[in-house]
């Protein structure tokens, strides 16, 4: 009995209960986390930081364009003796860090910027007339780029593989789907991405389980009737009149098909007829977006579109062609955050900035091409402030007017690092156990 009572004793030292792994996993993180964010803000490597959104920012490149931010990555990932693999969807890069072995992660930032004119005069203003990084892609490049610097630093700790992934072409032309076609992800196993939000103050984040921003889809419309005298409309067949009435038919798709508590939209962005005020044209053109939270949501929008614009045009004796843009502009899926993988940065970000500045997001019907990639392997996407009230910024992305705070990318890397090696050390373990 007395050498039972020896063995119970020893085991329960070797073998600590749950709680007490749990508290050393939340011990080691918020060792982790604290690590990482006094790296990422030593005055070097933020100055590293800095210089290196400048430079992109000055040289703001389109989708399937981003040459020179592209040769400028691989330029610091050789710098840090990163191994890549490049071109990927014409101008991407794939980095590996670690074993080369499984579990694999993965952290993406978009490299494009938009056709806008930057207003903001300062010394690093957009050099390229017409284009400006007015979504924060310059900061989403940066900041993977700190990340690279502090897993580089981790190397020889990481128990898996972590994917770097530079991806063009987020803006409307569906970059990510083309990493994906490529094969560039296809043994990541769950993967992380951060987008800036200058509505919120720098040092929060916010994402939320499941579906978090919309699916989005376009559409271009053309009724073709026949023209003449605005004098003789008995002698026409008025395009229109039938575009008219099938725009006001398209909103009651919304208001009178969709469940009240389900976030649907169909918006009317432009319409195109003649100029002439004393003519009726042959063809009116419109088109415009459609967006849901669900992909079946999606689909049956589509539908409707395409029956309420053909019957809108019979009624009124003309004729429609629908397009739905599909390979041009590749329709989004709705951006959905597994759960599990949501909860992981949740408890990073909590443990690095505190739970206060860790928020629960709205769903959001703005959509982004990450959600390629939620769709084919667990993902989180989350909000990361960029907001400075001292530097009055402008609290919305798509703005020449746009300003960041530059304190966010210290931050960010040392978010993204964190929430890689977290889940490494986490699947490993669990492997191994």
């Known amino acids: 009995m007395g050498w039972f009572c020896l ?24 060792s982790l986390t604290r ?20 430079r992109i920012h ?15 990555i691989r330029s610091e990932l050789d710098s840090l003796g990163i191994q890549y693999t490049s071109p990927l969807a014409k101008t991407g890069i794939v980095a590996s860090l670690g074993s080369g072995v499984k579990p694999w992660f993965g952290l993406r930032a978009d490299m494009d910027a938009l056709p806008i004119q930057e207003l903001i005069e300062w010394e690093h ?3 390229n007339n017409g284009k400006m990084h007015a979504c924060g892609h310059d900061v989403h490049v940066t900041m993977l780029l700190g990340a690279a610097k502090l897993l580089q630093r981790k190397r020889d700790e990481l128990k898996g593989t972590v994917k770097l992934v530079f991806q063009p072409g987020e803006e409307s032309h569906a970059g990510a789907y083309h990493v994906i076609k490529e094969g560039a992800v296809d043994h990541v196993e769950a993967i992380f991405g951060l987008h800036v ?26 009724i073709q009737g026949k023209g003449g ?35 649907r939209v169909v918006s009317v962005g432009f319409v195109q007829a003649n100029q002439a005020a004393n003519v009726i044209p042959e063809i009116v053109s419109f088109g415009g977006t459609f967006r849901s939270m669900t992909t079946e949501g999606l689909s049956y929008l589509q539908q409707r579109i395409k029956q309420v614009i053909e019957t809108q045009a019979v009624v009124h004796q003309c004729t429609a062609t629908i397009d739905f843009l599909e390979e041009k502009l590749r329709p989004y899926p709705p951006t959905v955050n597994d759960e599990s993988m949501y909860e992981h940065a ?4 909590e443990s690095m900035l505190g739970k206060s500045n860790v928020l629960l997001s709205p769903m959001v019907m703005g959509a982004e091409d990450f959600s390629f990639y939620s769709k084919k392997m667990a993902a989180a996407f989350f909000m990361i402030g960029t907001n400075n009230e001292t530097e009055k910024p402008t609290l919305r992305l798509h703005s020449p007017y746009l300003i960041i705070d530059e304190e966010v990318l ?20 669990h492997k191994y156990q």
């Not at 949740?346 to 970000?349: E, F, M, T």
């Not at 690092?417 to 490993?428: F, G, T």
């Open 125 to 127: 203003k957009s050099k």
């Open 410 to 429: 210290p931050i960010g890397a040392a978010f993204h690092a964190a929430v890689a090696i977290s889940y490494l050390d986490n699947h490993a373990v």
């Open 35 to 54: 690590e990482l964010l006094d790296s990422a803000k030593e005055p070097e490597f933020f100055d590293w930081l800095r210089r290196v959104r400048r």
């Open 58 to 72: 000055e040289y703001p490149e389109l989708a399937f364009e981003e040459h020179e931010t592209s040769e400028l």
């Open 7 to 30: 063995l119970t004793i020893i085991s329960a030292l070797a073998c600590p209960s749950t709680g007490d792994k749990a508290a050393h996993s939340r011990l080691n993180l918020s």
């Open 197 to 222: 939000s200058p509505e919120m103050p720098t040092g929060t984040v916010r994402s939320r389980p499941g579906p978090l921003l919309a699916g989005s889809a376009r559409f271009l419309a053309k």
């Open 229 to 263: 005298h605005a004098a003789r409309p008995h002698t026409t067949r008025d395009p229109v009149l039938a575009a008219s009435l099938a725009i006001l038919a398209l909103q009651q798709i919304v208001s009178q098909e969709t469940d009240p508590l389900e976030a």
């Open 346 to 349: 949740k408890r990073v970000g």
